[in-house]
């Protein structure tokens, strides 16, 4: 079982940037990780991930928001920037076991098997 752990939530101001981590307790090199975000009345959606170096990204997030691994593949980042209010909302990093639905089923919350207890990004000013 993997393990994961967010970190790096905070208050940011409209325009700013802020790095959210996640620590696995493996490496993820067989797992496509995955960004959600939950939103204050929303349902959870998928913002960004990655698998064997492909980058996917919601509309909302294109231009903005880079996920990035560490050479080991056990702490995995979601860099944001230019940052809205809606972007407001709990940060959870998820991981899937590899394959196919990596690309074409990426926001697909049943692929996933490990999340994250989450960390909250406020947005404000």
């Known amino acids: 079982e993997v393990q994961l752990v967010e970190s790096g939530g905070g208050l940011v101001q409209p325009g700013g940037s802020l790095t959210l981590s996640c620590v696995a307790s493996e490496s993820t090199s067989q797992y496509c990780i995955t960004w959600f975000r939950q939103a204050p009345g929303k349902e959870r959606e998928g913002v960004a991930g990655d698998y064997y170096l492909t980058n996917y990204t919601s509309d909302s997030a294109k231009g903005r928001f880079s996920v990035s691994r560490d050479n080991a593949e056990t702490t995995m980042y979601l860099l944001m920037n230019n940052l809205k209010p809606e972007d407001t909302g709990m940060y959870y990093c998820?991981?899937?076991?590899?394959?196919?639905?990596?690309?074409?089923?990426?926001?697909?919350?049943?692929?996933?098997?490990?999340w994250g207890q989450g960390t909250r990004v406020t947005v404000s000013s």
């Open positions: 998820a991981a899937a076991p590899g394959g196919s639905h990596c690309y074409t089923d990426w926001r697909l919350e049943g692929n996933y098997y490990y």
